[in-house]
């Protein structure tokens, strides 16, 4: 029952803080396992996937404690078991890199299917492709357990993916450290994140080569030692923030950011008729007139992020003429927002990947629900821009990747407040 409220209409101005990079850290912190000592990990977004990904390390055993919402020292070293059993992993998409971890460390693993957003077919083949390469077996049983192992040990191969998949280079990664001889992963991901988990991997003590192209170079080594590091900026949520400018006419500062992770979302928003100024680590987005109109095509790194895609397809709605939005990586689901935007009036026709945006003058506040994790905060996004009053509802969905999102766009001159709501009991008298 839990949702935001929001009056739109205002003008956003100021500075934002952009937090550490979700897609990062939910698969550094079950890197951690791979270590022999503890490890100190900084810059952690303070959501619920990132404690989520915590209690399940807790239940594994590893000791886990908290300086401050930001930051997590994890001693790895208690851990005996290779099976994840709480339901945190069902609720989080990331939950598969436990499987890549604990078979660097164990030889085997025992993981929930992974839940998170259901907006679509988003299968793990190339995952168990990566540790069949890798010397795995796999199979899944009725409760929807994963077990995965390497009976004869982990061996270093070449593995080459079939559609370029984030989840199956960084679970490939997790589980080639450890592995014997050298792994060569072609077609590999080549997003911010990939390299993140890469250096982090590499400050342990592993050889990891070439993360960021699509050639990705392992030699296994026996031994990782714990590490301090630092998450990277969080793109996705930056990106939001300067949509959140160009939608409002507003002036923002997003700080705390690495400006060539946005290079595809600056060059969409100075399309549209946005001005973008970037710093050494911050971007300004400024915006004073109708937007233009403008394609969107999602592609892998350093293409347009599809986690971009449901934001930018409602900041369209206001734009002059008409926009087309191509969805290239998630095959059906992704558009289920889209119903959403129409109760607000925006004029959006879907066929199959492309959606065709014609722009209107206004939208108009409506209650809405948050489908998904991105289309949730295209959600608020639409609050912002329509007249009168929204109201968003499954914020859980927004609460797996966004930190203070309600905090921050207040700061920035925001009308929006979380509203609670008692669930109704009804009583039935006899």
């Given at each position: 029952m839990d949702k935001y409220v929001i009056r739109g209409g205002r003008r956003l101005c100021g500075e934002v803080n952009i937090s550490g990079a979700k897609n990062a850290a939910v698969a550094i912190l079950p890197a951690v396992i791979l270590a022999d000592s503890p490890c100190r990990i900084e810059n952690l977004p303070d959501i619920s996937d990132v404690k989520d990904a915590a209690k399940i390390l807790r239940e594994l055993g590893a000791v886990v404690e908290s300086p401050d919402p930001h930051t997590m020292v994890i001693d790895p070293r208690p851990i005996e078991g290779h099976m994840v059993r709480t339901e945190e992993a069902r609720g989080m998409r990331g939950s598969y890199y436990f499987i890549g971890a604990l078979l660097g460390r164990f030889r085997r693993a025992l993981v929930p299917m992974p839940g998170g957003c259901n907006f679509g077919v988003r299968p793990i083949d190339q995952h168990l492709k990566g540790f069949e390469a890798l010397g795995c077996q796999h199979s899944l049983d009725n409760g929807g357990m994963i077990s995965v192992s390497a009976p004869n040990d982990l061996f270093g191969a070449h593995v080459y993916l079939d559609v370029v998949s984030v989840g199956a280079t960084m679970n490939t990664m997790l589980t080639a450290v450890k592995a014997r001889g050298v792994t060569v992963i072609e077609?590999?991901?080549?997003?911010?994140?990939?390299?993140?988990?890469?250096?982090?991997?590499?400050?342990?003590?592993?050889?990891?080569?070439?993360?960021?192209?699509d050639t990705i170079k392992i030699h296994g080594v026996q031994q990782l030692r714990g590490a301090a590091y630092g998450i990277i900026p969080d793109q996705i949520e930056a990106g939001t923030y300067m949509l959140a400018a160009a939608a409002t006419r507003g002036d923002i500062t997003v700080k705390n950011v690495t400006p060539k992770h946005l290079e595809s979302i600056s060059a969409k928003l100075e399309e549209m008729g946005v001005t973008v100024e970037e710093g050494d680590d911050t971007v300004r987005v400024t915006c004073d007139r109708q937007l233009r109109k403008c394609n969107v095509k999602t592609q892998p790194h350093p293409g347009f992020p599809t986690d971009m895609q449901p934001q930018i397809t409602t900041l369209l709605t206001m734009a002059g003429g008409m926009s087309m939005v191509t969805e290239n990586i998630y095959s059906g689901g992704r558009f289920k927002y889209v119903d959403e935007l129409r109760n607000m009036g925006a004029q959006i026709t879907v066929e199959g990947s492309l959606a065709v945006v014609e722009g209107v003058t206004q939208l108009k506040g409506a209650p809405v629900r948050a489908l998904d994790l991105r289309a949730g905060v295209a959600m608020i996004l639409a609050g912002l821009m329509a007249s009168g009053t929204t109201q968003v509802e499954n914020i859980q969905f927004i609460e797996r990747g966004y930190e203070n999102i309600v905090e921050k766009l207040a700061g920035l001159g925001a009308d929006i407040r979380y509203q609670s709501e008692p669930e109704r009991v009804l009583y039935h008298v006899s």
């Open positions: 077609n590999a991901a080549r997003e911010p994140h990939v390299v993140d988990l890469a250096n982090f991997l590499n400050t342990m003590g592993a050889d990891v080569r070439g993360a960021g192209t």
